[in-house]
């Protein structure tokens, strides 16, 4: 016992000193915390040499989705559908909406017809340590001219997420369906070609799907309800993205498929629809994500600098 | 107690538990953890002061780590919960190891099982209080015991494996020099 009497002070206290700044860093709200930013920064670098591989490994093990990815050509095949049908679809929305704004006599007609945007394959370099959080981090940062809300897709027009928060080398990606991803606006798509559609709001599970109801059109007086049902509505229908909360970017993306479709014996008008990524994906395993970044003039000196992804698409 | 070793085990083991979800069950989020069974493997073999500095590093790794969500799109860290909860499991097996049979595989797994409780219990337990003064996490103290607790019974399963890997590389850690020492 002698020994510790003989201590430095600064020894002897260290610990304890330690544990009550713990103690307050652990209590301590928030908005106040945003220094820890930077120190997580470095630990990130330190730990993505090991976690990178083992990510890959771990994917390999157990892929997104056990559906098979088809050949290379059949891929860009898929590919060049699915962002076709995309770009239809938000010609139809926008000449909808054009005819509305024709017929309400507005002027000023100024929406860009669509954004042009740089597209990064990136991997998926970690997650968090805890379990329960399904953010992703993901290898490219504000050197490739990523910035907050970029928006992340996977395999074609999938809609994947949003980037929350930005470093310099590495980004992290808010999935879809994560519970704090809060509403999203959707459009079902009652037939292929997208001219008769329904509008919703989804809400994520946090099981990997999301949740929401669906309307259905007053039916013209004289009219039966049972006749307002859409029968089209099932299982298998694909939601699009038509939420003006998002980036221009986002609009029409692929939200996922209608699982499982739940009548409301009450409100014979109203249905709740439960919506799973395409490919029964798992938005939190995949192994990268499509960064598609606005090319603006702000950004367009950003873009010149040498990216930090894998490549431009 | 060899401190580089500690250090490189440690790295791949957060390297691990950062990146290999494969283990996940979902839905549940229940996955076990690689980092614990090195904590209660330091606290059962090394002078107990090294024991808590290890744990105070390794617990603050963790935190680091861990990306919070928060319900305004963005993420957060915290650094602290972890910590703390590392340092009270190591107490805690500190306070056992006298009673256990250091060697057996067994006494990683049931001590790292109670260890992840212990400290899932701490986690929880600061982010209920963070949550209660406003701070915007969505967090549900229920579920997310419930899930730390699934979780610490599958971290018997890597702690098993550790079990046999520290093993063999224990004459690397260089606790035979330490077993002289006083423990205190």
Same mark, same amino acid.
């Given at each position: 016992?002698?020994?510790?009497?003989?201590?430095?002070?600064?020894?002897?206290?260290?610990?304890?000193?330690?544990?009550?700044l713990?103690?307050?860093?652990?209590?301590?709200?928030?908005r106040?915390m945003?220094?820890?930013?930077?120190?997580?920064g470095?630990?990130?670098?330190?730990?993505?040499?090991?976690?990178?591989?083992?990510?890959?490994?771990?994917?390999?093990?157990?892929?997104?989705?056990r559906?098979?990815?088809p050949?290379?050509?059949?891929r860009?095949?898929?590919?060049?559908?699915?962002?076709?049908?995309?770009?239809?679809?938000?010609?139809?929305?926008?000449?909808?909406?054009?005819?509305?704004?024709?017929?309400?006599?507005?002027?000023?007609f100024?929406?860009?017809?669509?954004?042009?945007v740089?597209q990064?394959t990136?991997? /998926? =370099?970690?997650?968090s340590?805890?379990?329960s959080?399904? $953010?992703? +981090? @993901? %290898?490219a940062?504000?050197?490739?001219?990523?910035t907050?809300?970029?928006?992340?897709?996977?395999?074609?027009v999938?809609?994947?997420?949003?980037v929350?928060?930005?470093?310099?080398l590495?980004?992290?990606v808010?999935p879809i369906?994560?519970?704090?991803?809060?509403?999203?606006?959707g459009?079902?798509?009652?037939?292929?070609?997208?001219?008769d559609?329904?509008?919703?709001?989804l809400?994520?599970?946090?099981?990997?799907?999301?949740?929401?109801?669906?309307?259905?059109?007053?039916?013209?007086?004289?009219t039966?309800?049972?006749?307002?049902?859409?029968?089209?509505?099932?299982?298998?229908?694909?939601?699009?993205?038509?939420?003006?909360?998002?980036?221009?970017s986002?609009?029409?993306?692929?939200?996922?498929?209608?699982?499982?479709?739940?009548?409301?014996?009450?409100?014979p008008?109203?249905? /709740? =629809?439960?919506?799973?990524?395409k490919?029964?994906?798992? $938005?939190? +395993? @995949? %192994?990268?994500?499509?960064?598609?970044?606005?090319?603006?003039?702000?950004?367009?000196?950003a873009?010149d600098e040498?990216a930090g992804?894998?490549?431009?698409? | 107690?060899?401190?580089?070793?500690?250090?490189?085990?440690?790295?791949?083991?957060?390297?691990?538990?950062v990146?290999?979800?494969?283990?996940?069950?979902?839905?549940?989020?229940?996955?076990?953890?690689?980092?614990?069974p090195?904590?209660?493997?330091i606290?059962?073999?090394?002078?107990?002061?090294?024991?808590?500095?290890?744990?105070?590093l390794?617990?603050?790794l963790?935190d680091?780590?861990w990306?919070?969500?928060?319900d305004?799109?963005?993420?957060?860290?915290?650094?602290?919960?972890?910590?703390?909860?590392?340092?009270?499991?190591?107490?805690?097996?500190?306070s056992l190891?006298g009673?256990?049979i250091?060697?057996?595989?067994?006494?990683?797994?049931?001590l790292?099982?109670?260890?992840?409780?212990?400290?899932?219990v701490?986690?929880?337990?600061?982010m209920?209080?963070?949550e209660?003064y406003?701070?915007?996490?969505?967090f549900?103290p229920?579920?997310?015991?419930?899930?730390r607790?699934l979780?610490?019974?599958y971290t018997?399963?890597?702690?098993?494996v550790?079990?046999?890997?520290l093993?063999?590389?224990?004459?690397?850690?260089?606790?035979?020099?330490?077993?002289?020492?006083?423990?205190?």
């Amino acid at each position: 016992m002698a020994r510790h009497n003989h201590q430095h002070p600064l020894l002897r206290y260290s610990m304890p000193a330690t544990v009550v700044l713990l103690v307050i860093t652990s209590v301590t709200p928030l908005r106040h915390m945003e220094w820890i930013g930077g120190v997580r920064g470095l630990v990130s670098t330190v730990v993505t040499p090991i976690s990178d591989p083992i990510v890959w490994f771990s994917r390999w093990l157990a892929p997104a989705s056990r559906i098979a990815e088809p050949e290379e050509s059949t891929r860009e095949l898929i590919h060049d559908r699915d962002e076709f049908r995309r770009r239809l679809n938000i010609a139809k929305a926008q000449n909808t909406e054009l005819l509305t704004r024709i017929a309400d006599l507005e002027a000023g007609f100024s929406r860009a017809p669509d954004v042009a945007v740089k597209q990064i394959t990136s991997r /998926v =370099i970690g997650m968090s340590s805890d379990p329960s959080s399904g $953010l992703l +981090r @993901v %290898r490219a940062g504000r050197r490739s001219g990523v910035t907050q809300n970029t928006v992340t897709t996977v395999r074609g027009v999938q809609l994947h997420g949003q980037v929350v928060s930005v470093d310099r080398l590495e980004c992290v990606v808010m999935p879809i369906t994560e519970p704090e991803s809060g509403l999203l606006g959707g459009r079902v798509l009652l037939d292929r070609a997208g001219d008769d559609t329904l509008s919703c709001q989804l809400a994520p599970t946090g099981t990997g799907t999301l949740r929401g109801d669906v309307e259905f059109r007053n039916p013209p007086a004289g009219t039966a309800i049972e006749d307002a049902i859409d029968a089209r509505l099932k299982p298998g229908v694909e939601v699009v993205l038509d939420d003006p909360a998002w980036p221009a970017s986002a609009q029409m993306f692929t939200i996922g498929l209608i699982e499982r479709v739940e009548r409301d014996a009450d409100q014979p008008l109203r249905s /709740v =629809i439960y919506v799973r990524p395409k490919d029964g994906l798992d $938005l939190r +395993r @995949v %192994r990268e994500v499509v960064l598609r970044i606005p090319i603006d003039d702000d950004s367009a000196s950003a873009a010149d600098e040498p990216a930090g992804g894998e490549g431009p698409e | 107690m060899n401190w580089i070793v500690f250090l490189v085990v440690s790295w791949f083991a957060l390297g691990l538990e950062v990146g290999f979800d494969a283990l996940r069950l979902a839905p549940g989020d229940v996955a076990p953890s690689f980092v614990i069974p090195i904590l209660v493997y330091i606290a059962l073999s090394a002078p107990a002061k090294h024991a808590l500095w290890a744990a105070l590093l390794i617990g603050a790794l963790l935190d680091l780590t861990w990306i919070i969500p928060r319900d305004d799109l963005a993420e957060a860290t915290v650094i602290g919960p972890n910590a703390l909860g590392a340092l009270i499991a190591t107490q805690l097996v500190l306070s056992l190891r006298g009673m256990v049979i250091r060697k057996h595989p067994l006494t990683l797994v049931v001590l790292s099982i109670a260890s992840a409780s212990v400290m899932g219990v701490v986690v929880v337990a600061f982010m209920t209080l963070r949550e209660l003064y406003g701070d915007p996490i969505d967090f549900s103290p229920t579920g997310e015991l419930g899930t730390r607790l699934l979780s610490a019974l599958y971290t018997g399963a890597t702690a098993l494996v550790w079990a046999v890997v520290l093993r063999l590389m224990e004459p690397m850690f260089l606790f035979q020099h330490d077993r002289g020492m006083r423990r205190h």
